[in-house]
């Protein structure tokens, strides 16, 4: 199924890295001019030189820290600048840490709601006004540990939960300003932060990498991890017309690994 983005310009945060570079390749690949967020700039200019390589399509990098509370509107100022307008915003960036609930400090709860919520936050409200003009798309990333928190991850999994209740809530006005929001919750994703993950776990433990591959696969019950570049192709889905009637959802991509509801 041809799915295009001819003439739609996209905002992805964090988009330099892992899940937001490749929702940007994607959506560059399907016709949209893109730029893309984050703090890195020599991972933004990269990322920036294989987006245009494999698209054909120029790019635009945005270098700022989303999580303080002017970048949001410098971001869309500077894609209005570019281009005149915005058809699409998908907010990617933001990592949380992991660990022990009683080793975590307010600094790391902090950290990991002032990007992936409150960046979101600043960013839908910074864009709403253009979005409405473009009849356009909010596509937020959370995870599917909205759905199976575990004990090391208790920062992220209620990011993630905040961010997908937040995304409902602006659907709700959403349908009276004619802009659809809906969420992605990937599972686990072959990235950079799966890579940290593992160093993390090797060093701890001693084992090998295929040792502690195997075991993550075995405890999340998926024969592989998914690839940032299927996280792209549903989220072009999901900015194109052929979504028009999804509105206001959550949809796991994970391989089967969350069970139940």
Known sequence: MEVELVNKVAIVTGGSKGLGRGIATEMAKAGASVIIASRDSSALNAAKYDIEKISGREALVVATDLSNRNSAEACVQAALMWRGRIDILVNCAGATKRGDFFELSDQDWEDGYALKLHGAVRMCRAAWPHLIDAKGVVINIA?????????????????????????????????????????????????????RRVDAMVESSGKTRDDIYRKLLSGYGVPRFGEPIEIGQLAVFLASDKASYMHGIAVDIDGGGSRGQ
Do not use: H, Q, W
Request: aromatic letters at 6%.
């Open 143 to 195: 995870g599917v540990s909205m759905r199976t928190p575990t004990k090391d991850f208790t920062i992220g999994a209620s990011v993630n939960s905040a961010l997908t209740t937040f995304s409902k809530s602006l659907a709700d006005r959403g349908i009276d300003d004619g802009v659809r929001v809906n969420v992605i919750n990937p599972g686990y994703i072959a990235s950079e932060r799966l890579d």
